[in-house]
Nanobody
Framework: EVQLVESGGGLVQAGGSLRLSCAASGFAFDDYAIGWFRQVPGKEREGVACMSSRDGSSYYVDAVKGRFTISRDNAKNAAYLQMSNLKPEDTAVYYC???????????????WGQGTQVTVSS
């Protein structure tokens, strides 16, 4: 069974940091690109960061460049999103996803986690 399980969300004050984790199982993790996405009620899911399967190429949406860092540990079948200098507008449910195409467009991803809530207070 394919599973992606996010953890690490929570409530943090503006300017604070959180580290999200994504534990993967049931598929060949190191063959897949990993993406982090976020969604707020009434809005479309937005790509935040993504990383290729092996060469470590990473891409970020402009809103988080310089504040968020995506990483992965293929030996542990895990991916991470380090979020710093958080802002209230970062409040959302954050999802990790796996797909063959490294891109910030949700359409390219095949497997999704259940999401973890991140709330940033002002």
């Amino acid at each position: 069974e394919v599973q992606l399980v996010e953890s690490g969300g929570g409530l943090v004050q503006a300017g604070g940091s959180l580290r999200l984790s994504c534990a993967a199982s049931g598929f060949a993790f190191d063959d897949y690109a990993i993406g982090w996405f976020r969604q707020v009620p009434g809005k479309e899911r937005e790509g935040v960061a993504c990383m290729s399967s092996r060469d470590g190429s990473s891409y970020y949406v402009d809103a988080v460049k310089g504040r968020f860092t995506i990483s992965r540990d293929n030996a542990k079948n895990a991916a991470y999103l380090q979020m710093s200098n958080l802002k209230p507008e970062d409040t959302a449910v954050y999802y990790c996803a796996a797909g063959f195409i490294v891109d910030l467009v949700p359409h390219y991803y095949d497997y999704w986690g259940q999401g973890t809530q991140v709330t940033v207070s002002s």
